[in-house]
């Protein structure tokens, strides 16, 4: 269905870094998904997505500012919770550096597609336009076919996958609970109550 998350911060919290970290679980292949978005049109956006060849993408697009991410792996198991992590630090000296996607705890290094951000640019996550959880906000056609739980949005921070999730003694990556701080437009969505709209 058409169900989303919207939210505009009424303040600028850190473009440059900040960490997107959720449950994710499939329902439909072949088609864009996407899992958040942050700025007011198709031309003027950063997202976080599952492409039509089912790859997680990450992209940047605004005032002459480019940055795509697309993994090699694809991710196709209907049946199976993922753990995706997005950690995100325009101030690296290193390239790749700057976005780093994680699935299940390991970090994905082949990517069909790695254009980075340059040093120290500003992102429009974290600015005070809309925020949007499950869909597209610059194309509304491509929301979220799926499930989310434990969504975490950490303002100021570049964490990886052991701030919020270990392995356990069969190998499967796991949740734990997470202990740090969010910042100024950070947020926890555990998504734990379904016994009321509230």
């Given at each position: ?122 992102s429009l996550t974290n600015a005070t336009n809309a925020h949007n959880i499950g869909r597209d906000g610059g194309n509304v056609n491509f929301y979220l076919n799926g499930y ?51």
């Amino acid at each position: 269905d058409s169900a989303y998350l919207s939210r505009a911060p009424a303040v600028t919290g850190n473009r440059k870094t900040w960490t997107w970290a959720g449950w994710v679980k499939r329902s439909a292949l072949g088609a864009i998904n996407t899992l958040f978005f942050a700025g007011t049109s198709s031309t003027n956006l950063d997202l976080i997505r599952f492409d039509a060849s089912d790859r997680l993408e990450i992209r940047w697009f605004y005032g002459g500012v480019t940055a795509n991410i697309i993994t090699t792996p694809v991710y196709r198991d209907p049946s199976a919770w993922m753990h995706v992590v997005v950690s995100v630090d325009t101030t690296q000296a290193t390239a790749s550096n700057r976005i780093k996607v994680y699935i299940n705890g390991s970090q994905v290094t082949t990517l069909t597609t790695a254009t980075y951000p340059t040093q120290n640019t500003d992102s429009l996550t974290n600015a005070t336009n809309a925020h949007n959880i499950g869909r597209d906000g610059g194309n509304v056609n491509f929301y979220l076919n799926g499930y989310l739980a434990e969504i975490h949005f950490i303002d100021g921070q570049a964490l990886d996958p052991s701030s919020f999730g270990a392995t356990d003694t069969n190998g499967a990556w796991q949740p734990k609970a997470y202990t740090g701080t969010y910042g100024t437009n950070g947020f926890h969505l555990p998504f734990s109550d379904n016994s009321t709209a509230a």
